[in-house]
């Protein structure tokens, strides 16, 4: 089920959870390309000024003044008690992010109906929430559908369901009463936010936000209170002096005592079923102490290479999509440990692995080796072109590192990455292939 795998795929960068983390659960978007930085090591420390100068000047003195930000935080509660109170609201939202000469856009289309019933269509997954259920058709798997009681509302359920699910649509938090926050205004890609000012022009009120990596734009209806627009330009953590990433979100809403079509989602022939295990493919799911399955998997510069033919070197095998956020951010930090194991001296193999993306073969192919030799690593990639590898291991989330012991036993399994973090992910790894390598008592 590739395209649910890909709601477990998260971005810090490009999410607008815009609830506060105490007030609900705190999510991150899917599926945006959004490369990291080539290197994890940065250049001198760019200023605000430099980073986000576009936007800032935007604002004048007036716009900044405590008077203009007073009336910032004015407007941010109205923001929260508009989205709440609207009798309906259907929302198409276009969000593009920016970086290098990479642009990726996803599009949203959210409906807010009377009290909790609400539906969300992103690219491969409808969810609905009605009449007290929520139900889940994704494009895979393709003969049924997913339906649980709702806990809350439709976000909560989804965070109960998939604790690490998220979806860029703040719209659905703040109708369940969820605050705005800095960090969200701020796409929760800058590091400290405050807001620094706001401008009114004719109809739309922009307010300013500022952190020490960057600064964000959000234009909201003066009239509605509903979000219109949002741009944010930062320099990504550990980024080198002149990286700087741009997103952008708008907002298309129209407001209706009653929604224009009832809220529904096709099922055609699927069956439905009440539990996230019968919904979720049936796949082995390997664990540290087991023999992991025999592999092989041509790199993205056409060498063969087999598990079998790297007995007695631990093997560290990245898993990554060219949709996840997270796995790009984290794709500098698996070459800095990977360029640490060449110097070691030490019989250690690092390899990314691209899996569980769309498309033929060589449509996956382009889009992975396309993002891949712009960056530059030191380590090669291979190709799990019929996603066969990634599902005789049971690997549901991304991204995924195996370390396997120089006996073909998997040592040890980490997924995900933590952005707060990155240093944590080499040393990580560092301890785990020291481990692996250690004699077997």
Same mark, same amino acid.
């Given at each position: 089920?590739?395209?649910?795998?890909?709601?477990?795929?998260?971005?810090?960068?490009?999410?607008? #959870?815009?609830?506060?983390?105490?007030?609900?659960?705190?999510? /991150?978007?899917?599926?945006? /390309?959004?490369?990291?930085?080539?290197?994890?090591?940065?250049?001198?420390?760019?200023?605000?000024?430099?980073?986000?100068?576009?936007?800032?000047?935007?604002?004048?003195?007036?716009?900044?003044?405590?008077?203009?930000?007073?009336?910032?935080?004015? %407007?941010?509660?109205?923001?929260?008690?508009?989205?709440?109170?609207?009798?309906?609201?259907?929302?198409?939202?276009?969000?593009?992010?920016?970086?290098?000469?990479?642009?990726?856009?996803?599009?949203?289309?959210?409906?807010? *109906?009377?009290?909790?019933?609400?539906?969300?269509?992103?690219?491969?997954?409808?969810?609905?929430? %009605?009449?007290?259920?929520?139900?889940?058709?994704?494009?895979?798997?393709?003969?049924?559908?997913?339906?649980?009681?709702?806990?809350?509302?439709?976000?909560?359920? %989804?965070?109960?369901?998939?604790?690490?699910? *998220?979806?860029?649509?703040?719209?659905?938090?703040?109708?369940?009463?969820?605050?705005?926050?800095?960090?969200?205004?701020?796409?929760?890609?800058?590091?400290?936010?405050?807001?620094?000012?706001?401008?009114?022009?004719?109809?739309?009120?922009?307010?300013?936000?500022?952190?020490?990596?960057?600064?964000?734009?959000?234009?909201?209806?003066?009239?509605?209170?509903?979000?219109?627009?949002?741009?944010?330009?930062?320099?990504?953590?550990?980024?080198?002096?002149?990286?700087?990433?741009?997103?952008?979100?708008?907002?298309?809403?129209?407001?209706?005592?009653?929604?224009? #079509?009832?809220?529904?989602?096709?099922?055609?022939?699927?069956?439905?079923?009440?539990?996230?295990?019968?919904?979720?493919?049936?796949?082995?799911?390997?664990?540290?102490? /087991?023999?992991?399955?025999?592999?092989?998997?041509?790199?993205?510069?056409?060498?063969?290479?087999?598990?079998?033919?790297?007995? *007695?070197?631990?093997?560290?095998?990245?898993?990554? #999509?060219?949709?996840?956020?997270?796995?790009?951010?984290?794709?500098?930090?698996?070459?800095?440990?990977?360029?640490?194991?060449? /110097?070691? *001296?030490?019989?250690?193999?690092?390899?990314?692995?691209?899996?569980?993306?769309?498309?033929?073969?060589?449509?996956?192919?382009?889009?992975?080796?396309?993002?891949?030799?712009?960056?530059?690593?030191?380590?090669?990639?291979?190709?799990?072109?019929?996603?066969?590898?990634?599902?005789?291991?049971?690997?549901?989330?991304?991204?995924?590192?195996?370390?396997?012991?120089?006996?073909?036993?998997?040592?040890?399994?980490?997924?995900?990455?933590?952005?707060?973090?990155?240093?944590?992910?080499?040393? #990580?790894?560092?301890?785990?292939?020291?481990?692996?390598?250690?004699?077997?008592?």
């Amino acid at each position: 089920m590739k395209r649910l795998t890909l709601a477990l795929c998260l971005s810090l960068v490009t999410a607008a #959870a815009l609830a506060t983390p105490a007030a609900g659960p705190r999510r /991150q978007s899917p599926p945006a /390309q959004v490369p990291p930085a080539a290197t994890p090591e940065g250049g001198a420390a760019q200023t605000v000024d430099q980073i986000a100068g576009e936007i800032l000047g935007q604002f004048d003195a007036t716009s900044r003044s405590d008077a203009s930000i007073a009336k910032a935080n004015t %407007l941010i509660a109205e923001i929260a008690k508009a989205y709440r109170e609207v009798p309906t609201l259907t929302d198409t939202m276009t969000l593009t992010v920016r970086s290098l000469d990479n642009v990726s856009t996803e599009t949203f289309a959210v409906a807010l *109906g009377k009290g909790t019933d609400a539906r969300l269509a992103m690219p491969g997954v409808t969810m609905l929430a %009605l009449d007290g259920q929520v139900t889940v058709v994704a494009d895979e798997p393709s003969d049924r559908a997913l339906r649980v009681p709702m806990k809350g509302d439709l976000m909560a359920t %989804l965070a109960a369901l998939l604790p690490n699910f *998220g979806t860029p649509v703040t719209i659905l938090d703040l109708r369940a009463g969820r605050p705005v926050t800095t960090e969200g205004l701020g796409l929760l890609a800058l590091r400290s936010p405050r807001i620094a000012g706001l401008k009114e022009v004719g109809g739309t009120s922009t307010l300013l936000v500022m952190g020490e990596n960057g600064a964000s734009m959000v234009s909201v209806d003066s009239g509605s209170k509903l979000f219109t627009a949002s741009r944010v330009l930062f320099a990504p953590p550990d980024a080198p002096a002149g990286f700087v990433m741009e997103v952008t979100v708008s907002h298309q809403s129209v407001v209706a005592d009653a929604v224009s #079509a009832p809220l529904s989602v096709h099922l055609g022939d699927r069956r439905i079923v009440t539990s996230i295990e019968e919904y979720m493919p049936t796949m082995p799911v390997i664990a540290p102490g /087991q023999v992991v399955p025999a592999w092989t998997m041509r790199s993205i510069d056409g060498t063969t290479v087999s598990l079998a033919d790297l007995k *007695g070197s631990v093997v560290v095998l990245d898993f990554w #999509a060219s949709y996840c956020a997270p796995c790009k951010r984290a794709m500098p930090y698996i070459d800095e440990f990977a360029k640490w194991a060449a /110097q070691s *001296g030490k019989p250690i193999r690092v390899f990314a692995v691209n899996t569980l993306e769309s498309g033929d073969a060589a449509a996956r192919v382009a889009e992975a080796s396309g993002w891949w030799h712009s960056q530059r690593f030191s380590f090669p990639c291979l190709m799990d072109i019929d996603d066969g590898v990634s599902e005789s291991m049971g690997i549901r989330v991304l991204p995924t590192t195996l370390i396997i012991g120089p006996d073909g036993v998997l040592s040890a399994m980490h997924r995900s990455f933590d952005p707060a973090h990155p240093g944590q992910t080499v040393e #990580a790894l560092k301890e785990a292939v020291e481990k692996a390598l250690a004699p077997k008592s």
